[in-house]
């Protein structure tokens, strides 16, 4: 089943509760959270506090992407503030399988996710621990950003890899998700969407979600 992740990277943070109130009526079910620390990506957004008030807030689970240096460091500050769901980059972590047995061992469900130049196989060892791959079809650091063609490609062997090893793990893209790109996205083999601009740009997310999902849906064959 083909879902909608809302990123609130591009939401009114004034009104942000009221934003991620409208994104889930429109068919979003998950909640994407980009953490960024102005190191290993070229901005900085927000941390643990701002997650504890989105737990008080929703009741939707909360997918956190970290894009930060160390994020050992910071796996059990999420976990306390209500992460349910936590990835890290691949680039970002010395001993990838460590931290995702940390993720795990706090009750949240791990994620790894590769910048646009990582090739999907360097992470074939470590795909059964995992809950959900990201796929970053931008470059990450801002929201806006046009779709990079070739991470169809990234997300047609990573549905092979799935296939191939009889694994279930969630296959999940960032980046560019919007109505002229998501078509070729389901149908390369993605099933989780984030989506921020697509969503909230507009200033009408409750009718912008339904209308990106059903599109994603009528793609992948779904009612």
């Not at 995992?130 to 650091?141: A, E, F, Q």
């Not at 969630?170 to 919007?178: P, T, Y």
């Not at 984030?194 to 979600?209: I, L, Q, T, Y």
Request: hydrophobic letters at 50%; aromatic letters at 4%; one cysteine or more.
């Amino acid at each position: 089943m083909v879902e909608l992740l809302p990123s609130i990277l591009s939401a009114d943070f004034a009104h942000l509760a009221d934003e991620i109130a409208a994104a889930e009526r429109g068919g979003g079910t998950v909640i994407h959270v980009d953490v960024m620390d102005g190191h290993f990506v070229p901005n900085m957004t927000l941390g643990p506090p701002v997650v504890a008030s989105l737990r008080k807030a929703t009741r939707m689970p909360l997918d956190c992407h970290l894009m930060i240096d160390n994020p050992n460091e910071y796996i059990a500050a999420f976990a306390e503030a209500g992460a349910n769901w936590l990835s890290v980059h691949y680039e970002a972590c010395t001993h990838l399988h460590r931290s995702l047995e940390m993720i795990l061992d706090h009750g949240m469900k791990p994620g790894v996710v590769l910048n646009p130049a990582t090739r999907v196989d360097l992470i074939e060892e470590i795909l059964p621990m995992v809950h959900h791959v990201l796929i970053m079809s931008v470059n990450p650091g801002f929201g806006g950003q046009e779709f990079i063609p070739f991470s169809l490609d990234k997300i047609r062997r990573l549905t092979e890899l799935r296939r191939e090893l009889g694994l279930k793990f969630r296959i999940e893209v960032d980046g560019g998700v919007a109505h002229d790109t998501v078509a070729k996205i389901v149908q390369a083999g993605a099933d989780l969407l984030v989506a921020g601009s697509a969503v909230f740009g507009a200033g009408r997310p409750e009718a912008d979600a339904r209308a990106l999902l059903a599109a994603a849906r009528a793609a992948a064959g779904e009612r």
